[in-house]
């Protein structure tokens, strides 16, 4: 379901990496105890959080047992600190997903749109990687256990979910990045099971047009 796939979104990236085989991982011993407050992470925090409009492009890849060979989707990310989150899905069904405060709305290319179907598990997925995308740290730390690993500009930051339930909708997700920017968001069930999502050419701008508001967000 595409609104799951956030990422899942996020969001505040400008390079795109190498795509390797399979993601990194963080080791738990590098726990991040009190996100908030620890000093070692508490500025990059807050530069990955949005206080900008921001446009990328991304590569989604959807890896399944099942299948030998990934199902590939590439858009358009659209974030606002104000509107929420906007993917614009493009190729052969053009898609525009919406996730902000209210929950998830699904807009198709005549403008026609419908909520998403009522799902409370689904619902606590897309609200977790929203907090992740937004990186909203008292949320965050309600809901994941922290893990983080840095090599000079380069971080890794591992998201454990706290519940059960969760945990078995999205597994563990995997943010890279370098600097103030994310290149990269894994959602890993197991080895042979994950989202991979690319994320380049991120502009950042003020506001967006009135015209983009309507069309791109509630």
Same mark, same amino acid.
């Given at each position: 379901?595409? @609104?799951?796939?956030?990422?899942?979104?996020?969001?505040?990236?400008?390079?795109?990496?190498?795509?390797?085989?399979?993601?990194?991982?963080?080791?738990?011993?590098?726990?991040?105890?009190?996100?908030?407050?620890?000093?070692?992470?508490?500025?990059?925090?807050?530069?990955?959080?949005? %206080?900008?409009?921001?446009?990328? %492009?991304?590569?989604? +890849? +959807?890896?399944?047992?099942?299948?030998?060979?990934?199902?590939?989707?590439?858009?358009?990310?659209?974030?606002?600190?104000?509107?929420?989150?906007?993917?614009?899905?493009?190729?052969?069904?053009?898609?525009?997903?919406?996730?902000?405060?209210?929950?998830?709305?699904?807009?198709?290319?005549?403008?026609?749109? +419908?909520?998403?179907?009522?799902?409370?598990?689904?619902?606590?997925?897309?609200?977790?990687?929203?907090?992740?995308?937004?990186?909203? *740290?008292?949320?965050?730390?309600?809901?994941?256990?922290?893990?983080?690993?840095?090599?000079?500009?380069?971080?890794?930051?591992?998201?454990?979910?706290?519940?059960?339930? *969760? @945990?078995?909708?999205?597994? @563990?997700?995997?943010?890279?990045?370098?600097?103030? +920017?994310?290149?990269?968001?894994?959602?890993?069930?197991?080895?042979?099971?994950?989202?991979?999502?690319?994320?380049?050419?991120?502009?950042?701008?003020?506001?967006?047009?009135?015209?983009? *508001?309507?069309?791109?967000?509630?």
């Amino acid at each position: 379901m595409r @609104s799951l796939s956030v990422f899942l979104l996020l969001v505040s990236c400008l390079v795109l990496p190498a795509f390797s085989a399979a993601p990194a991982e963080v080791p738990p011993a590098n726990l991040i105890a009190d996100p908030v407050n620890d000093p070692g992470w508490k500025e990059l925090f807050a530069r990955l959080a949005p %206080q900008q409009a921001r446009r990328s %492009q991304f590569e989604e +890849r +959807r890896i399944f047992p099942f299948r030998t060979t990934p199902i590939v989707l590439t858009g358009e990310i659209r974030i606002s600190p104000d509107r929420g989150l906007s993917l614009n899905y493009l190729g052969a069904k053009p898609q525009i997903v919406i996730i902000d405060q209210k929950g998830v709305l699904m807009r198709d290319e005549r403008g026609q749109q +419908r909520t998403a179907p009522a799902d409370p598990r689904a619902d606590a997925a897309t609200s977790a990687l929203f907090h992740i995308l937004r990186f909203d *740290l008292p949320a965050l730390a309600k809901t994941f256990i922290l893990h983080g690993r840095r090599d000079g500009e380069a971080w890794t930051l591992g998201f454990e979910p706290r519940d059960a339930t *969760l @945990s078995g909708l999205i597994g @563990s997700v995997i943010v890279q990045g370098e600097g103030g +920017r994310v290149d990269r968001i894994n959602m890993v069930k197991s080895e042979k099971q994950r989202i991979d999502i690319l994320i380049s050419d991120t502009k950042e701008t003020a506001s967006f047009d009135e015209e983009e *508001l309507k069309r791109f967000f509630r």
